[in-house]
């Protein structure tokens, strides 16, 4: 098969693309950085150097495919983020409708049907071709934003008000899983970016006759089990996952200049992981767990601590 795949060597692409050569398809890898086309063609794929922002680009590069994965990268500069995921969006869409594509794989989140900001699933309604939406829980690579954060304090918020902590950690750019407006001893579940590769790399070679949606996840548990598990992997297994409130992660959003409604969309995105409803709706679903665990990825985890 004649794949496509969007999101450059990313958490998710890179391992998708190993995945599918190994299984012997004609994988393109689609990347708006020119220095990532050697790194693409050493796993034995095929660069396509633009952006997803040049429908022609993306029209062209589809043309003949038969099966697009796409994914929509965050930005942190949009003023407005929920007008860029929806321009993003209606660009895939033209570009698959005039390249013909007839297997499209999209990637969501799974408390997108939460967030108003945040989903752009609707978009792709008027597509006439077979649609799966994949939903991955809570990525483990989030945890490395919190580095810093963890070799400044370990016992979050030991030495400082909780208030004036989070304020402090969000303003300086120290954020990460381990503070949020979600925490504690809140159930999340979490995923590994290998399990999602692994999730898409089955999808592209169905073909379901309507659209389906596939949550993915690799390991449930609370935001003090998993702080605990990371932790121990870097010695500190006191670490805690101090929970904010919505009022103070917005504030120190908005004063560590993300745009005002980016900060928002995160407010509300963790506001529904805190409240149980993302959880719910993927108990619903019952997906299968993937395989790997949280510990195995702290080993990495801790290999990237030390090193930094």
């Known amino acids: 098969m004649k794949i496509i795949v969007t999101g450059s060597l ?23 950085d020119p220095k990532k086309q050697a790194a693409i063609e050493t796993l034995g794929a095929v660069p396509a150097i633009g952006s997803i922002s040049d429908i022609a680009f993306l029209t062209k590069t589809f043309q003949g495919a038969d099966a697009v994965y796409a994914m929509i990268p965050l930005s942190f500069t949009e003023p407005d983020i929920g007008d860029y995921l929806r321009r993003m969006a209606q660009n895939y869409v033209q570009a698959l409708q005039q390249a013909g594509s007839k297997r499209v794989i999209i990637m969501s989140g799974w408390a997108a ?21 994949m939903r991955p829980a809570s990525f483990y690579t989030n945890f490395y934003q919190s580095i810093d954060l963890i070799k400044g304090k370990g016992l979050i918020g030991k030495f400082l008000t909780l208030r004036y902590f989070g ?13 949020g407006n979600y925490g504690g001893d809140d159930r999340v579940v ?59 992660m917005l504030q ?11 900060a928002e969309t995160l407010v ?7 409240s149980g409803r993302a959880l719910e709706n ?27």
């Open 10 to 32: 990313g958490n998710i692409s890179k391992p998708l693309t190993e995945i599918l050569v190994a299984q012997g398809h004609l994988v393109t890898v689609i990347s708006s």
């Open 113 to 133: 049907d939460l967030v108003r900001g945040e989903n752009i699933e609707d978009v792709f309604d008027d597509l006439n071709t077979s649609l799966t939406i």
């Open 167 to 179: 304020l402090w950690a969000l303003l300086t750019g120290k954020t990460g899983l381990l503070m």
């Open 190 to 248: 979490f995923v590994s970016p290998k399990d999602i590769a692994e999730a898409v790399a089955e999808e592209l070679l169905l073909h379901p006759d309507h659209t389906t949606i596939r949550y993915v996840g690799s390991e449930e548990m609370s935001c003090n089990e998993a702080a605990k598990t990371i932790g121990s992997a870097v010695g500190k297994p006191w670490l805690k996952w101090v929970l904010l409130s919505d009022k103070e």
């Open 252 to 262: 120190g959003l908005k004063m560590a200049k993300v745009p005002e409604k980016l």
């Open 268 to 274: 509300e995105m963790q506001a529904a992981m805190h």
């Open 282 to 308: 993927f108990h619903q679903n019952k997906p299968k767990m993937g395989k790997v665990k949280l510990a195995d990825f702290a080993k990495e985890f801790s290999m990237a601590y030390f090193q930094k």
